[in-house]
């Protein structure tokens, strides 16, 4: 590969990590093509996008980022590709549910939040994160429940009071 080649290649990494907040390093090695076009299939199905790259390409994008990567150095070992994603944990999602046939991909490490998780075993606990969507949804449900309590409590007295009064005027005649 020419050294253009790879500069267009280590220039086009580093938009993308500084574009995204989120992603994932991956080993994939083991799929054959069929699975490795499935897993591509599914990405772009949840709007992820996949890239196999070379680590020595990689780490220079890394480098070249606005943001510090140096914590992701020590896992450019092997095989790896990379899923980016707008949500934390759709790519764990995905994870899980692509290896519930097959073995990989295995999650290298991953940053998301702004915050660095290595290893395999962090797959559970990145799928169970809530997207800023959701956290937004749950704010506004938690904002919701008293006036949805004082409301609720107002129409059911008012029911009362109007008993009430109805029987009150019944007995006076």
């Not at 220079?60 to 590709?81: C, M």
Request: proline fraction near 2%; charge should be neutral.
């Amino acid at each position: 590969m020419k050294r253009e080649d790879k500069n267009v290649i280590i220039q086009e990494l580093t938009d993308k990590l500084n574009r995204y907040d989120h992603f994932y390093l991956t080993d994939i090695s083991d799929l054959n093509a069929a699975d490795t076009s499935l897993l591509r299939r599914k990405c772009f199905d949840k709007s992820i996008n996949l890239v196999v790259v070379k680590n020595t390409l990689l780490r220079k994008a890394l480098e070249q980022s606005e943001k510090n990567f140096e914590d992701l150095y020590d896992v450019l070992k092997d095989s790896t590709s990379i899923m980016f994603s707008e949500n934390g944990n759709v790519p764990a999602r995905l994870i899980k549910e692509f290896r519930k046939k097959y073995e990989r991909p295995l999650l290298k490490a991953a940053f998301v939040e702004q915050g660095f998780y290595f290893g395999d075993e962090q797959v559970e606990s990145l799928s169970q994160l809530k997207t800023r969507e959701e956290l937004i949804g749950d704010i506004v449900l938690i904002l919701q429940s008293p006036a949805k309590n004082i409301i609720s409590s107002l129409k059911s007295g008012g029911g009362k009071l109007a008993g009430i009064v109805k029987t009150l005027s019944d007995k006076e005649t």
